[in-house]
């Protein structure tokens, strides 16, 4: 009895060190089992080209710490949102358009809870005990559901039923927008209000606006508390990056406009400025510059003579900001050389690695907001060949070759040098492959994101054209 105790507890034991146990079977029979054990079903939908799907399965599902609280608290079931036909439907059915997205289902097929992106060991524990609360919380969810279903617009009730409804981790634009419709501009932005902004995900023109102008006359506020106004800034930028991909993905363009317009006028207010660096650090898509959220628009919904005039004429405005503003990123780049060689040669340490890190930070936030733009636009000079109408003559050619070189210039890169090279080779202009080839290995060798294999593969393909 005693060895067959110990058999068992190092099973147990071993099943737990393995991380999470997935289910073979399919999602019906799963929620079939989740309604018979009143347990939730943990759904990892995933694709197959996403890093940090694979980072999650690699390094945290296997951690014995998850596995442990997962297969006791979850029936866990693995779905490829593109090749799996429970996948596709889940993934539709629940509005799936990130990833990698976690769902928790209960046997009877509703959502409980859901959360994104990739998480640490402890976050992804918490996430599932958050999982786990709403979870008992549901009847309580259920209730409100109801009542708010037949009209309660109530703004004490909207308030509860939001607290209840957002900690699910549900879709709250609903009950917000009946909120807010409630809230006087007086409080719009006070301390309750500015993290519930951020959850809006609904463009609603009356409610947009009036943010935007509460959050213009915050801006101009001279005794404004400043960690309180990068609050206020973020969950409007926020709400309106929503509503920039909601009316996007919807094909509302007057609306679209209307958002892009919101957004003109904010950053005037609060003096910010449209960066890739700023959205890569959590400004949001908002961020993106406006020309190519227009581009994006415009190719995803085969707008294609909009996509044509607005891609050709900001092309025409980046030739034209990169031929003003060279000289003058030149000057400051030997400036900044120049003081930290005088930092250098006092022998002053602390002077001198401030100068570096000054240097280091200038030029990163620089090169990762060409680097987007550059890439972002080569994609679009492909989309422009593939839409071309006309005749592919010998001015077609100059014209689309000068786009890609420019752009390479504008941010020199080993990583897409051969690509760029192979486009120009496409259309006849060898010499040209050959000096983006060059430029590619005497500046961007060290640009960001560039490897070792990178620095050979454009060196072998130069060494053929030569």
């Given at each position: 009895?005693?060895?067959?105790?110990?058999?068992?507890?190092?099973?147990?034991?071993?099943?737990?060190?393995?991380?999470?146990?997935?289910?073979?079977?399919?999602?019906?029979?799963?929620?079939?089992?989740?309604?018979?054990?009143?347990?939730?079903?943990?759904?990892?939908?995933?694709?197959?080209?996403?890093?940090?799907?694979?980072?999650?399965?690699?390094?945290?599902?296997?951690?014995?710490?998850?596995?442990?609280?997962?297969?006791?608290?979850?029936?866990?079931?693995?779905?490829?949102?593109?090749?799996?036909?429970?996948?596709?439907?889940?993934?539709?059915?629940?509005?799936?358009?990130?990833?990698?997205?976690?769902?928790?289902?209960?046997?009877?097929?509703?959502?409980?809870?859901?959360?994104?992106?990739?998480?640490?060991?402890?976050?992804?524990?918490?996430?599932?005990?958050?999982?786990?609360?709403?979870?008992?919380?549901?009847?309580?969810?259920?209730?409100?559901?109801?009542?708010?279903?037949?009209?309660?617009?109530?703004?004490?009730?909207?308030?509860?039923?939001?607290?209840?409804?957002?900690?699910?981790?549900?879709?709250?634009?609903?009950?917000?927008?009946?909120?807010?419709?409630?809230?006087?501009?007086?409080?719009?932005?006070?301390?309750?209000?500015?993290?519930?902004?951020?959850?809006?995900?609904?463009?609603?023109?009356?409610?947009?606006?009036?943010?935007?102008?509460?959050?213009?006359?915050?801006?101009?506020?001279?005794?404004?508390?400043?960690?309180?106004?990068?609050?206020?800034?973020?969950?409007?930028?926020?709400?309106?990056?929503?509503?920039?991909?909601?009316?996007?993905?919807?094909?509302?363009?007057?609306?679209?406009?209307?958002?892009?317009?919101?957004?003109?006028?904010?950053?005037?207010?609060?003096?910010?400025?449209?960066?890739?660096?700023?959205?890569?650090?959590?400004?949001?898509?908002?961020?993106?510059?406006?020309?190519?959220?227009?581009?994006?628009?415009?190719?995803?919904?085969?707008?294609?003579?909009?996509?044509?005039?607005?891609?050709?004429?900001?092309?025409?405005?980046?030739?034209?900001?990169?031929?003003?503003?060279?000289?003058?990123?030149?000057?400051?780049?030997?400036?900044?050389?120049?003081?930290?060689?005088?930092?250098?040669?006092?022998?002053?340490?602390?002077?001198?690695?401030?100068?570096?890190?000054?240097?280091?930070?200038?030029?990163?936030?620089?090169?990762?907001?060409?680097?987007?733009?550059?890439?972002?636009?080569?994609?679009?000079?492909?989309?422009?060949?593939?839409?071309?109408?006309?005749?592919?003559?010998?001015?077609?050619?100059?014209?689309?070759?000068?786009?890609?070189?420019?752009?390479?210039?504008?941010?020199?890169?080993?990583?897409?040098?051969?690509?760029?090279?192979?486009?120009?080779?496409?259309?006849?202009?060898?010499?040209?492959?050959?000096?983006?080839?060059?430029?590619?290995?005497?500046?961007?060798?060290?640009?960001?994101?560039?490897?070792e294999e990178d620095v050979k593969a454009c060196q072998a393909k130069l060494d053929e054209l030569k």
């Amino acid at each position: 009895m005693k060895r067959l105790l110990l058999l068992v507890l190092i099973v147990s034991s071993t099943a737990f060190s393995q991380g999470i146990e997935f289910r073979k079977e399919r999602y019906a029979e799963v929620l079939k089992m989740a309604k018979e054990q009143n347990k939730l079903v943990f759904i990892d939908i995933y694709t197959s080209w996403c890093g940090p799907c694979k980072h999650m399965a690699d390094n945290i599902f296997p951690l014995p710490k998850v596995g442990e609280y997962y297969n006791t608290y979850f029936l866990n079931l693995q779905l490829d949102a593109e090749k799996s036909e429970d996948g596709k439907m889940v993934a539709k059915s629940f509005g799936v358009s990130a990833y990698p997205t976690f769902l928790f289902v209960n046997g009877d097929g509703e959502l409980v809870y859901r959360f994104l992106g990739g998480k640490s060991e402890d976050m992804f524990i918490k996430e599932g005990e958050k999982a786990v609360e709403a979870f008992a919380a549901l009847p309580e969810l259920k209730k409100y559901t109801k009542e708010y279903e037949k009209g309660n617009r109530e703004k004490e009730f909207l308030n509860r039923y939001f607290i209840v409804k957002d900690r699910s981790g549900l879709d709250c634009s609903d009950v917000l927008l009946d909120y807010f419709a409630q809230v006087d501009d007086a409080r719009l932005l006070d301390s309750v209000h500015i993290p519930r902004i951020a959850k809006i995900a609904v463009f609603d023109q009356k409610l947009a606006n009036r943010l935007v102008d509460a959050a213009c006359k915050e801006a101009a506020n001279p005794t404004k508390n400043k960690k309180e106004a990068v609050a206020v800034n973020k969950a409007v930028c926020t709400f309106l990056g929503a509503c920039l991909q909601k009316t996007a993905r919807a094909d509302q363009e007057e609306f679209f406009e209307e958002v892009l317009a919101l957004k003109d006028r904010l950053f005037k207010a609060t003096g910010a400025k449209e960066s890739a660096t700023a959205a890569s650090l959590g400004g949001g898509n908002i961020y993106v510059p406006s020309e190519l959220s227009r581009l994006n628009y415009y190719s995803a919904k085969k707008k294609l003579d909009k996509f044509n005039r607005t891609f050709i004429d900001y092309m025409a405005a980046l030739q034209k900001n990169y031929d003003e503003t060279y000289k003058e990123k030149a000057a400051m780049r030997e400036a900044m050389d120049a003081k930290l060689k005088a930092a250098k040669e006092s022998g002053n340490e602390e002077e001198y690695e401030s100068a570096k890190r000054l240097r280091a930070m200038m030029f990163a936030f620089s090169s990762i907001d060409d680097y987007y733009i550059s890439t972002s636009m080569v994609e679009n000079v492909e989309r422009y060949e593939e839409i071309f109408e006309g005749e592919k003559d010998a001015a077609y050619r100059d014209r689309v070759a000068g786009w890609y070189v420019f752009l390479h210039r504008l941010s020199p890169s080993a990583k897409t040098a051969v690509y760029v090279a192979d486009k120009l080779l496409a259309l006849d202009k060898k010499e040209l492959a050959i000096e983006v080839l060059a430029l590619g290995l005497k500046e961007g060798s060290a640009a960001s994101g560039v490897e070792e294999e990178d620095v050979k593969a454009c060196q072998a393909k130069l060494d053929e054209l030569k």
